[in-house]
């Protein structure tokens, strides 16, 4: 018998490292009769830029992404034969690499971490090594841990749903010290900096906060105290280090370079970024290769991972439609339903959907919100069980409806598993750092990119790649608030943010539960109209759109500053920054500029230059005061005069929902939920001073900035009078407005009339009642009672809903502002006179 092996063998051909020859010479593979155009168009440019070292593949979800990076691997296998490793977020997602690499007759091996030594194949470079994020990153890494552990080189690494790994990357850079599992070393370690809070106020936050209350938010440990305590932390945690054996290598040397985040339920240190360079094997990589889903904004690999951002700002994509599932995207508050009717619609139509065995899911952010659905929906937190509920959706033994929190990625639910998606409210982070983060540039575009991902995540689950196709629902105001805002949508990839147009207008178009029904069925029972209007609309809307690459200089900046400050050269790292936000005052917003200024004022002060970190951080914190207060408040700057009422009313609705009004009315619902007693007082706070600007008035928050003999809302009514606003909601609804609540008034009263010495002025209390004790005498001062607040609340809400569902231009609607302010209470003598009410003295 011939011995084909030898023959084999005997050939002294040069190995083939073109990827698509490659593809053409492996054995037939079952199902596939050649690969797809769009396949070879991102292979044949990987190949031609293959000697860049950082390169971002981009394919549509059901592209082939698999098969292209298994033959990208084995292109780099045979041109060095050197160790090529394969990375993927999951134990689960490694399996399916491994069966696929089988499948294509790609040699791979399986990372085994009960197995002390590498395979011989990937160290020769025969075989590919598939593991996951966790095995190379960690700091007791077999890889190798700069300055602890020797070191294995990698011809290549290629980093698989790169776009999903975000969050676990920081994870495994993060130092977590949870109040569930050691309450003592909890309170231990936050009662350290108790003191720190006191100095800035926030002595009440912080014990709300350590007490475990509820919706208490995260505090920031300032970068001085941390500075000042964090050897004391350092010491406290050495003596445990076995518990956090595979984070504390990576941090115990870089505290300068850490958020300390405290929460109701963890003590956190987390890296300004994560710290990717401990582990050589990938910082020192020649060639990473990072396959993500299509989205639009990249910043997150160049600050994850300190990728090269001249390479990542040229992806290599297709420009094939081919690979697009088919969605229609739906907001039902951009629909003319009463907002009390939309649940009760939707879990209607969730379960008429699933009789008619169609897969139906809904994700919302959390548990909480979650339980909402569980009178229509089976519902479970635990992993086992949604991998179970997941894999009858997939087999078509249940239809659900199936409701699943915070599962935004991982699961897959191709064809008939998922017909209809809903995503209920905003997907916003679970971790301490990702609310941190979300409190921090709420209303910027950092915040704004991070949550178009997560969307665009949450959409991938349902329609699966080409032939595949679902209905999306979008609900819940905050949500509804942000797809209607005309900034939003650019930060989504260029197909979803064509199908998020074409489902805005078909949403401006139903009028009533029926119409939603008849118009959702068009697209599942496979409608030939619905199936050509969108494959023509979403051709023509991809190809006019374009993306925007702005903020990946940003990204790039903030990692060399990093390194910069790391390295110890803070006057460089100062100097790139101050030239930056100086020279790209368009470019980026008032949130993230703040940003910018108090990471150069941490760099200042860990130079020792004190006054110029003051300096700085008064400039951040006057940029977003959701940053850290300064030790030295700046001196107050004092509102410019408000100019006409209607102008500035119709301004808000068209700079940020030219083309969808009816989102501004989804933004001011929202605003409204949080003005009850039971928001907290930030947040009651800052939708009474939205409230504000949006009947038009200047309005700020003071006694966020300037502290407790500020004022804690500010309307400048016009060019003559204010209201000096003290919020006292949360106040049990019997109580009387007592000595100490109108002190707090009178103090907010003298530093208005300070600040303002040619406003006239009226001191307001939003209180419950009207009821005062004995011991104090009123004056001129007024309560915005509930009662007012609420009926103030449903006026305006009659006509904004008047303006945003109005059809004429920007210029005719301020004449109609003008005309319904002219008739309505929202002018500020008639607002003082409707909706303030005078305090009477109580008995008790």
Same mark, same amino acid.
């Given at each position: 018998?011939?011995?084909?092996?030898?023959?084999?063998?005997?050939?002294?051909?040069?190995?083939?490292?073109?990827?698509?020859?490659?593809?053409?010479?492996?054995?037939?593979?079952?199902?596939?009769?050649?690969?797809?155009?769009?396949?070879?168009?991102?292979?044949?440019?990987?190949?031609?830029?293959?000697?860049?070292?950082?390169?971002?593949?981009?394919?549509?979800?059901?592209?082939?992404?698999?098969?292209?990076?298994?033959?990208?691997?084995?292109?780099?296998?045979?041109?060095?034969?050197?160790?090529?490793?394969?990375?993927?977020?999951?134990?689960?997602?490694?399996?399916?690499?491994?069966?696929?690499?089988?499948?294509?007759?790609?040699?791979?091996?399986?990372?085994?971490?009960?197995?002390?030594?590498?395979?011989?194949?990937?160290?020769?470079?025969?075989?590919?090594?598939?593991?996951?994020?966790?095995?190379?990153?960690?700091?007791?890494?077999?890889?190798?841990?700069?300055?602890?552990?020797?070191?294995?080189?990698?011809?290549?690494?290629?980093?698989?749903?790169?776009?999903?790994?975000?969050?676990?990357?920081?994870?495994?850079?993060?130092?977590?010290?949870?109040?569930?599992?050691?309450?003592?070393?909890?309170?231990?370690?936050?009662?350290?900096?108790?003191?720190?809070?006191?100095?800035?106020?926030?002595?009440?936050?912080?014990?709300?906060?350590?007490?475990?209350?509820?919706?208490?938010?995260?505090?920031?440990?300032?970068?001085?105290?941390?500075?000042?305590?964090?050897?004391?932390?350092?010491?406290?945690?050495?003596?445990?280090?076995?518990?956090?054996?595979?984070?504390?290598?990576?941090?115990?040397?870089?505290?300068?370079?850490?958020?300390?985040?405290?929460?109701?339920?963890?003590?956190?240190?987390?890296?300004?970024?994560?710290?990717?360079?401990?582990?050589?094997?990938?910082?020192?990589?020649?060639?990473?290769?990072?396959?993500?889903?299509?989205?639009?904004?990249?910043?997150?690999?160049?600050?994850?991972?300190?990728?090269?951002?001249?390479?990542?700002?040229?992806?290599?994509?297709?420009?094939?439609?081919?690979?697009?599932?088919?969605?229609?995207?739906?907001?039902?508050?951009?629909?003319?339903?009463?907002?009390?009717?939309?649940?009760?619609?939707?879990?209607?139509?969730?379960?008429?959907?699933?009789?008619?065995?169609?897969?139906?899911?809904?994700?919302?952010?959390?548990?909480?919100?979650?339980?909402?659905?569980?009178?229509?929906?089976?519902?479970?937190?635990?992993?086992?069980?949604?991998?179970?509920?997941?894999?009858?959706?997939?087999?078509?033994?249940?239809?659900?409806?199936?409701?699943?929190?915070?599962?935004?990625?991982?699961?897959?639910?191709?064809?008939?598993?998922?017909?209809?998606?809903?995503?209920?409210?905003?997907?916003?982070?679970?971790?301490?750092?990702?609310?941190?983060?979300?409190?921090?540039?709420?209303?910027?575009?950092?915040?704004?990119?991070?949550?178009?991902?997560?969307?665009?995540?949450?959409?991938?689950?349902?329609?699966?790649?080409?032939?595949?196709?679902?209905?999306?629902?979008?609900?819940?105001?905050?949500?509804?608030?942000?797809?209607?805002?005309?900034?939003?949508?650019?930060?989504?990839?260029?197909?979803?943010?064509?199908?998020?147009?074409?489902?805005?207008?078909?949403?401006?178009?139903?009028?009533?539960?029926?119409?939603?029904?008849?118009?959702?069925?068009?697209?599942?029972?496979?409608?030939?109209?619905?199936?050509?209007?969108?494959?023509?609309?979403?051709?023509?809307?991809?190809?006019?759109?374009?993306?925007?690459?702005?903020?990946?200089?940003?990204?790039?900046?903030?990692?060399?500053?990093?390194?910069?400050?790391?390295?110890? =050269?803070?006057? %460089? !790292?100062?100097?790139? /920054?101050?030239?930056?936000?100086?020279?790209?005052?368009?470019? +980026?917003?008032? @949130? *993230?500029?703040?940003?910018?200024?108090?990471?150069?004022?941490?760099?200042?002060?860990?130079?020792?230059?004190?006054?110029?970190?003051?300096?700085?951080?008064?400039?951040?914190?006057?940029?977003?005061?959701?940053?850290?207060?300064?030790?030295?408040?700046?001196?107050?700057?004092?509102?410019?005069?408000?100019?006409?009422?209607?102008?500035?009313?119709?301004?808000?609705?068209?700079?940020?929902?030219?083309?969808?009004?009816?989102?501004?009315?989804?933004?001011?619902?929202?605003?409204?939920?949080?003005?009850?007693?039971?928001?907290?007082?930030?947040?009651?706070?800052?939708?009474?001073?939205?409230?504000?600007?949006?009947?038009?008035?200047?309005?700020?928050?003071?006694?966020?900035? =300037?502290?407790? %003999? !500020?004022?804690?809302? /500010?309307?400048?009514?016009?060019?003559?009078?204010?209201?000096? +606003?003290?919020? @006292? *909601?949360?106040?049990?609804?019997?109580?009387?407005?007592?000595?100490?609540?109108?002190?707090?008034?009178?103090?907010?009263?003298?530093?208005?009339?300070?600040?303002?010495?040619?406003?006239?002025?009226?001191?307001?209390?939003?209180?419950?009642?009207?009821?005062?004790?004995?011991?104090?005498?009123?004056?001129?001062?007024?309560?915005?009672?509930?009662?007012?607040?609420?009926?103030?609340?449903?006026?305006?809400?009659?006509?904004?809903?008047?303006?945003?569902?109005?059809?004429?231009?920007?210029?005719?609607?301020?004449?109609?502002?003008?005309?319904?302010?002219?008739?309505?209470?929202?002018?500020?003598?008639?607002?003082?006179?409707?909706?303030?009410?005078?305090?009477?003295?109580?008995?008790?």
């Amino acid at each position: 018998m011939v011995e084909i092996k030898k023959l084999r063998e005997r050939k002294n051909q040069p190995p083939v490292i073109d990827p698509v020859a490659i593809y053409r010479r492996l054995p037939p593979i079952p199902g596939f009769n050649d690969i797809y155009t769009s396949q070879a168009e991102v292979l044949n440019e990987w190949f031609n830029r293959r000697h860049e070292r950082d390169l971002v593949i981009k394919l549509h979800t059901g592209g082939g992404k698999t098969l292209v990076a298994l033959l990208i691997a084995q292109s780099i296998l045979n041109e060095h034969r050197e160790p090529v490793i394969y990375l993927s977020p999951t134990v689960q997602l490694v399996e399916q690499t491994l069966a696929k690499a089988k499948e294509y007759n790609i040699p791979a091996v399986a990372y085994d971490k009960n197995v002390k030594n590498f395979s011989e194949d990937f160290l020769a470079g025969k075989s590919v090594l598939i593991c996951t994020y966790q095995a190379l990153f960690n700091g007791d890494s077999r890889f190798g841990v700069r300055g602890i552990k020797p070191v294995l080189t990698a011809a290549a690494i290629i980093l698989d749903d790169a776009h999903v790994a975000f969050s676990n990357m920081r994870d495994i850079f993060t130092l977590r010290l949870t109040r569930k599992s050691n309450q003592e070393d909890y309170s231990e370690l936050t009662s350290i900096f108790r003191s720190d809070f006191e100095k800035l106020e926030k002595l009440g936050s912080f014990d709300d906060l350590v007490s475990g209350k509820p919706a208490s938010g995260i505090l920031e440990v300032p970068y001085w105290s941390w500075k000042a305590k964090s050897e004391q932390v350092r010491e406290f945690l050495r003596h445990k280090a076995n518990d956090y054996q595979f984070v504390w290598p990576f941090i115990r040397d870089n505290f300068n370079y850490c958020h300390c985040l405290i929460s109701k339920d963890a003590f956190v240190i987390t890296p300004i970024f994560p710290l990717v360079d401990m582990i050589p094997t990938f910082a020192d990589c020649p060639r990473r290769i990072f396959l993500s889903a299509t989205i639009s904004d990249d910043t997150a690999i160049v600050r994850t991972f300190d990728a090269d951002p001249s390479s990542i700002s040229k992806p290599i994509t297709s420009n094939s439609l081919a690979g697009v599932s088919e969605r229609m995207i739906l907001a039902l508050e951009l629909m003319p339903f009463p907002t009390n009717d939309i649940v009760k619609i939707l879990k209607e139509l969730v379960q008429e959907i699933a009789k008619k065995k169609m897969g139906t899911v809904i994700l919302v952010p959390s548990k909480p919100a979650a339980q909402k659905w569980q009178d229509v929906a089976n519902y479970s937190d635990l992993t086992d069980k949604v991998a179970v509920d997941v894999k009858q959706l997939q087999e078509g033994t249940s239809y659900g409806p199936f409701v699943f929190a915070n599962r935004y990625d991982g699961i897959d639910l191709p064809g008939s598993a998922c017909r209809l998606l809903v995503l209920s409210e905003l997907p916003r982070g679970s971790s301490e750092y990702d609310q941190y983060r979300a409190n921090t540039f709420v209303g910027g575009s950092e915040l704004t990119s991070s949550l178009a991902q997560r969307i665009e995540q949450g959409m991938g689950r349902g329609a699966r790649g080409h032939g595949d196709y679902c209905v999306v629902i979008l609900t819940g105001q905050d949500l509804t608030a942000w797809i209607g805002r005309s900034a939003s949508l650019k930060f989504l990839n260029k197909s979803t943010r064509a199908q998020f147009e074409i489902g805005i207008e078909i949403s401006k178009d139903v009028v009533d539960k029926q119409d939603l029904y008849d118009t959702i069925m068009q697209c599942l029972n496979r409608e030939k109209d619905w199936i050509e209007y969108h494959s023509e609309t979403l051709a023509e809307l991809t190809e006019s759109l374009e993306e925007d690459k702005t903020f990946l200089d940003q990204a790039s900046l903030e990692r060399k500053v990093f390194k910069l400050m790391r390295d110890g =050269y803070f006057e %460089k !790292a100062i100097s790139k /920054l101050e030239k930056y936000w100086q020279n790209n005052t368009v470019e +980026i917003d008032q @949130k *993230s500029r703040g940003w910018l200024k108090q990471l150069a004022a941490r760099a200042a002060f860990f130079w020792e230059k004190t006054d110029l970190s003051q300096k700085l951080q008064q400039q951040a914190y006057a940029d977003n005061y959701n940053l850290l207060r300064p030790q030295v408040i700046p001196p107050y700057v004092p509102l410019t005069n408000p100019g006409k009422q209607a102008e500035a009313m119709i301004n808000r609705i068209t700079s940020n929902y030219k083309n969808n009004r009816r989102g501004y009315l989804a933004w001011f619902r929202q605003i409204s939920l949080d003005l009850i007693p039971e928001a907290s007082a930030n947040r009651f706070e800052e939708a009474l001073e939205h409230l504000g600007l949006m009947l038009g008035f200047h309005a700020e928050r003071p006694e966020k900035i =300037y502290g407790d %003999k !500020a004022p804690d809302v /500010l309307w400048l009514l016009n060019d003559k009078l204010a209201l000096v +606003i003290e919020a @006292k *909601s949360r106040k049990y609804e019997n109580n009387p407005l007592n000595k100490e609540n109108y002190g707090q008034l009178l103090a907010s009263v003298e530093w208005f009339k300070k600040e303002y010495p040619n406003h006239s002025y009226i001191p307001v209390s939003v209180h419950r009642n009207t009821d005062t004790t004995k011991s104090i005498v009123i004056n001129d001062s007024r309560a915005l009672t509930l009662n007012k607040l609420n009926q103030l609340i449903t006026d305006l809400s009659l006509l904004l809903q008047e303006l945003c569902e109005s059809k004429v231009s920007d210029d005719q609607l301020v004449i109609r502002c003008e005309q319904f302010l002219d008739n309505s209470k929202f002018k500020p003598d008639s607002l003082i006179k409707e909706y303030l009410v005078s305090f009477a003295e109580t008995e008790s």
